[in-house]
């Protein structure tokens, strides 16, 4: 006789709202990006592209995004990327968030 055990769990559910985690500027040290999945043991980056000088950094039911935004970001730029939640399972889910890199008022010219 075989006994099989059969596991039966939600897919991981995302908290964090899709769309923008913040606008920061070349140089801006960030240690505050938590986004977070109920379920989750992983999180990983599918597609687009994070700051130059972040980082996904992930654990169980959160990630971190962290670093230091590179001081050689120029112009005004939105990045775009999906993060994909996985659980225990295999089970996925996918959303995509936005970091805006605004250079401002730090490169411009200033006229009297």
């Not at 109920?38 to 687009?48: D, E, I, P, R, V």
């Not at 670093?67 to 120029?74: A, Q």
């Given at each position: 006789q075989t006994n099989a055990v059969l596991t039966v769990s939600d897919a991981p559910a995302w908290q964090t709202a899709a769309g923008s985690l913040g606008e920061f500027g070349p140089g801006d040290t960030i240690s505050t990006i938590t986004i977070t999945a109920?379920?989750?043991?992983?999180?990983?980056?599918?597609?687009?592209?994070l700051p130059t000088g972040l980082s996904l950094n992930t654990g169980s039911g959160s990630a971190t995004i962290t670093?230091?935004?590179?001081?050689?970001?120029?112009s005004?730029?939105?990045f775009s990327f999906t993060i994909?939640?996985?659980?225990?399972?295999g089970q996925t889910a996918?959303?995509?968030?936005?970091i805006n890199v605004s250079v401002g008022a730090n490169n411009s010219?200033?006229?009297?």
């Open positions: 109920t379920n989750a043991t992983s999180f990983t980056k599918t597609s687009g592209t670093g230091t935004v590179s001081s050689g970001i120029s005004d730029t939105l994909r939640a996985t659980d225990a399972e996918d959303r995509a968030f936005t010219g200033q006229f009297n």
